[in-house]
T-cell receptor
């Protein structure tokens, strides 16, 4: 699986938007961009995924650069419950759907 | 629907003992995965079942680890004999089908080997 680069940590104020960046300059044309997050004392949780177009769901939005070498996970209004480690993961279309985790971004939300 | 459940939530054993972790996937999920996180490290893939067959066990650290999924339902991961470096959190995940079905994770079993 191709490598991603994320900041180690970020902070956000409660009720403000959060933009979590991810660089994946070696992404291939068939790689999907997946985001998972892990809340404290819980297992990882799927957030969103996309290929080329921006995606929205009830949890977040995913903005994908036109050249696909970077993407941004957007939490529109951060809550205390959003404090977690966020993982940006590339998933090769040709591989089985195991997920390979990197170190992720630890998001702190300040009340 | 019930999520992925893991048992026990915590286990403390002595070096050299045996421990068996259990995972009950979401009903109907053919794919089942085991992952673990040791202290200070990233979450690492261990193995992947499709129904009762081992699809990929490339992440299994050594032959002290044995995973089974008889009947293609629940799975067990046995560590025998346990070593200190086996301490960590073991996660199980399941998914509905291959391709891009998201993985659903359990809350993990925290294993401490003393």
């Amino acid at each position: 699986d191709a490598k991603t680069t994320q900041p180690n940590s970020m902070e956000s104020n409660e009720e403000e938007p959060v933009h979590l960046p991810c660089n994946h300059s070696t992404i291939s044309g068939t790689d999907y961009i997946h985001w998972y997050r892990q809340l404290p004392s819980q297992g990882p949780e799927y957030v969103i995924h996309g290929l080329t177009s921006n995606v929205n769901n009830r949890m977040a939005s995913l903005a994908i650069a036109e050249d696909r070498k970077s993407s941004t996970l957007i939490l529109h209004r951060a809550t205390l419950r959003d404090a977690a480690v966020y993982y940006c993961i590339l998933h090769m279309k040709t591989s089985y759907d195991k997920v390979i985790f990197g170190p992720g971004t630890s998001l702190s939300v300040i009340p | 629907e019930a999520g992925v459940t893991q048992f026990p939530s915590h286990s403390v054993i002595e070096k050299g003992q045996t421990v068996t972790l259990r995972c009950d996937p979401i009903s109907g999920h053919d794919n089942l995965y085991w992952y673990r996180r040791v202290m200070g490290k990233e979450i690492k893939f261990l193995l992947h079942f499709v129904k009762e067959s081992k699809q990929d066990e490339s992440g299994m650290p050594n032959n002290r680890f044995l995973a089974e999924r008889t009947g293609g339902t629940y799975s067990t991961l046995k560590v025998q004999p346990a070593e200190l470096e086996d301490s960590g959190v073991y996660f199980c995940a399941s998914s509905l089908q291959q391709g891009f079905s998201p993985l659903h994770f359990g809350n993990g079993t925290r294993l401490t080997v003393t």
